[in-house]
Nanobody, 115 residues
Framework: QVQLVESGGGLVQPGGSLRLSCAASGIIFNINDMGWYRQAPGKERELVAVITSGGSTNYADSVKGRFTISRDNAKNTVYLQMNSLKPEDTAVYYC?????????WGQGTQVTVSS
């Protein structure tokens, strides 16, 4: 099994920045893609960014140019650097890892962008 723990969420003003971290533990070998999803109240969970084991990345159009996903395999950690935050970015952000055909989710961390 894979356990994922997110950290770094909080309250930030519009235009500000946050860096989310997701640390993986348990059976961490053979993890392939890792990514970040978010879910706002009353909305469906949506993909924010994905990074492969080789470092290739993909982003939702809504965050391109503002968010950066990265990965430190030695630390078993994936990051999401969020810049130029907007109120519409407010959501619970979830870390996801895919390993051998199964998906694993973190508990989520709240990000609130408000003045």
């Amino acid at each position: 099994q894979v356990q994922l723990v997110e950290s770094g969420g909080g309250l930030v003003q519009p235009g500000g920045s946050l860096r989310l971290s997701c640390a993986a533990s348990g059976i961490i070998f053979n993890i392939n893609d890792m990514g970040w999803y978010r879910q706002a109240p009353g909305k469906e969970r949506e993909l924010v960014a994905v990074i492969t084991s080789g470092g290739s990345t993909n982003y939702a159009d809504s965050v391109k140019g503002r968010f950066t996903i990265s990965r430190d395999n030695a630390k078993n950690t994936v990051y999401l650097q969020m810049n130029s935050l907007k109120p519409e970015d407010t959501a619970v952000y979830y870390c996801r890892a895919d390993r051998r055909g199964r998906g694993y989710w973190g508990q989520g961390t709240q990000v609130t962008v408000s003045s």
